[in-house]
Every structure is written in C-alpha cells, then in structure tokens.
C-alpha cells in the first residue's frame, strides 16, 4: 500500500484543519489505516486508527473531542479542530492489515507509512 499525506500548513491556535491521506495499491481497502504524530525531540504519538470497513475507530485520549477520523474509498482523513500550539508536528498516515487501536499501538504495528506532513499551530 502508498500512502500520500496533504493538507498540513499553519494556522493560528484555535483554527482546524483536515488532512487528507491518499491510499494506492490493489488491496488497500482490506487494511486498516491510521495517523501518528511526531513532534520535534519527541517519539512518534499514535492518534487514530479506523478499520478496513470504517466499522471501528480510535482516538487517543490526547486529541479526543479536537480531533476525528474517517475514511472513504482510497481516501482517510483526519480533521482538526480547536488546533493548539503543542499539535505542532509532522503527521503521517499509517496502514496495515491488522487494525490497531489502544494506547499501546506502536510505529512497527504499521507496516505503511506516508511521508508526512507538517502542521504548525502558532500561539
């Protein structure tokens, strides 16, 4: 599976912002997909993971109520609401056969990876 992220940039705190990821490959609509963050001198957070099927989601405890997930077709998205400074990062779409969702999903439970996209939240 390819992945290809868009829709990072800057905003102010408060604002929103929806990244797209775009999924390639003849059996990405059987993988479970899913985003990560990794801000600067920080390991990379897991903030979301929705199923093959849409059937099931996860939002980390983190973004929960600011952030949602969602997919159609070839396309997953996440949108980003009431965006603060500490959202800064570059955030990656994710996709693997296996859907995870929990705090202890890892970077190697996801065998695809984007190549990210940057998000800046200035105060």
């Known amino acids: 599976v390819q992945l290809a992220e868009s829709g990072g940039g800057w905003v102010q705190t408060g604002g929103s912002l929806r990244l797209s990821c775009a999924a390639s490959g003849s059996t990405f609509e059987h993988f479970a997909m899913g985003w990560f963050r990794q801000a600067p001198g920080k390991e990379r957070e897991f903030l979301a993971s929705?199923?093959?099927?849409?059937?099931n989601e996860y939002i980390a405890n983190s973004v929960i109520g600011r952030f949602t997930i969602s997919r159609d077709t070839n396309m997953m998205y996440l949108q980003m609401n009431s965006l603060k400074p500490e959202d800064t990062a570059v955030y990656y779409c994710v996709a693997d056969r296996d859907f995870c969702a929990g705090y202890g999903c890892r970077p190697a439970d996801f065998g695809s990876w984007g190549q990210g996209t940057q998000v800046t939240v200035s105060s």
């Open positions: 929705v199923s093959w099927n849409g059937a």
